[in-house]
């Protein structure tokens, strides 16, 4: 048995049919494939949603149970003024998910931030995972690109955009997270959630909230890590660098580092069959 919202083309439509109350706020959340499959759970990254793991989602649904849901503040999930929406609050929530969904020990992808989120629940609060794989992830200082700090430092500024202006600068900055460039609808369903009037807000909460003390706060523990760890780059990140990729690899015992070809940062729009090969293979590997 499944559920989820699926397409006449057999691919997952990005849909999030449930939601759950959090310390963060309402997280929209879905889970398919067979119900007696090992669990997966995808966590997407900035200024993206769940909507980036589709394709892998769909595939990876043929044999095991995926959960994908949107952090708070993001896509589908509760946006309201005053939200924490920190990185410390992501691992919190994430923490509180996998309790909800019953969840001990499940297999954990994660891309962007969520791969910090996924750091942090694991080593802070105690998140358990049978095998984690970390895609492009926010985990070693520095970072942030310059536009980003701009964006974070006069976050006020920047809210005061006309709705025209802020779309232009959503689109143009979602876009330069791709090697090849994001067809029109993904573009266009990745940016809608930062256009609505609560959007426009979250956009820039969301950057302003989150700096390098959240990684701080773990890095030096990377060697702690006891469990099977992939680490997938693209190889034409102009985001956060492939050398980053080898330097976290270092920190982590026993990861095995794979370059993903012709990818940019958005590695599950660049190469999506190449990611889930990955992924797959990965998560069948008995540990």
Request: charged share 20%; glycine share 10%.
């Amino acid at each position: 048995m499944t559920d989820g919202a699926w397409t006449t083309s057999g691919t997952h439509d990005g849909e999030l049919d449930r939601e759950v109350l959090t310390s963060g706020g309402t997280v929209r959340w879905a889970r398919f494939g067979p119900e007696d499959a090992p669990p997966v759970v995808l966590l997407h990254g900035t200024p993206f949603s769940s909507y980036v793991w589709r394709g892998p989602a769909a595939a990876l649904a043929q044999e095991f149970r995926v959960h994908l849901w949107d952090m708070p503040g993001y896509g589908a999930s509760e946006m309201r003024t005053g939200q924490d929406v920190t990185l410390a609050s992501q691992a919190r929530v994430f923490t509180e998910l996998l309790d909800h969904w019953g969840l001990a020990e499940p297999a954990v992808a994660a891309h962007d931030f969520g791969g910090c989120v996924a750091l942090r629940a694991h080593l802070l609060h105690g998140a358990r995972y049978s095998r984690l794989a970390l895609v492009d992830p926010v985990a070693l200082a520095p970072w942030g690109s310059a536009t980003y700090r701009l964006l974070g430092a006069h976050a006020e500024v920047f809210g005061e955009l006309p709705p025209a202006l802020h779309e232009a600068l959503v689109r143009a900055y979602l876009s330069s997270a791709s090697h090849h460039g994001l067809p029109a609808h993904t573009l266009d369903r990745l940016a809608a959630p930062w256009c609505t009037e609560e959007g426009r807000a979250a956009f820039y909460r969301q950057i302003e909230q989150n700096d390098q003390r959240f990684t701080d706060e773990i890095q030096g523990r990377y060697g702690e890590l006891a469990l099977p760890v992939l680490l997938c780059w693209g190889a034409e990140d102009t985001w956060i660098p492939p050398e980053k990729g080898r330097e976290l690899a270092a920190l982590i015992p026993g990861c095995t580092l794979l370059p993903i070809e012709e990818a940019g940062h958005l590695v599950q729009e660049d190469a999506p069959a190449e990611l889930t090969a990955a992924l797959g293979a990965f998560l069948r590997t008995a540990s």
